[in-house]
């Protein structure tokens, strides 16, 4: 697969513990095409990959602590993915089925989408989404308003 002809303005990096397990989950969960990867030729790690999902680039590495850290490391992780699908609950089921652990299953959201949360078998978590309705901001803040009164 040829690399991109240009890169995008921003570019998710990830650091897990096993980035060559990573890498084939991601295709078999979220059908992940795989760019390129880098092996570092003294202990086997992926140094750098590349992979797209849906379109979007995403680089991907083993941890090397002095440069980065994974979610194993850290105990968890500040960052969640947003995931958008065409069906939410095939998504999420075809996740589950390739290692994911159900985080919050699929619901609708008062914003006008349906979503649900799994966190990969490296620690990161994924809302895998879809649109159902279009809702202006000021709706959604309506709404918002409505559900934290209870």
Do not use: C
């Not at 040829?2 to 989950?25: C, G, N, W």
């Not at 030729?41 to 750098?48: A, D, I, T």
């Not at 609950?89 to 649900?116: H, L, W």
Request: charged letters at 25%; proline letters at 9%; zero cysteines.
């Amino acid at each position: 697969m040829p690399l991109p002809a240009t890169y995008p303005p921003v570019t998710p990096s990830l650091a897990v513990k096993d980035a060559a397990k990573a890498i084939e989950f991601y295709k078999s969960a979220f059908d992940a095409v795989e760019l390129y990867r880098l092996v570092d030729p003294e202990n086997g790690k992926v140094g750098h990959a590349e992979l797209t999902i849906g379109g979007q680039l995403i680089m991907i590495a083993d941890e090397y602590p002095a440069f980065n850290k994974s979610p194993a490391t850290l105990g968890g992780s500040g960052t969640k993915f947003a995931l958008m699908v065409p069906d939410a609950d095939a998504a999420f089921a075809r996740a589950i089925a390739a290692g994911a652990t159900a985080v919050r299953p699929p619901s609708d959201q008062f914003y006008g989408f349906r979503a649900g949360t799994v966190r990969d078998p490296f620690g990161h978590e994924w809302m895998i989404q879809h649109e159902f309705e279009k809702v202006t901001p000021e709706e959604m803040q309506r709404r918002w308003d409505a559900m934290v009164k209870g």
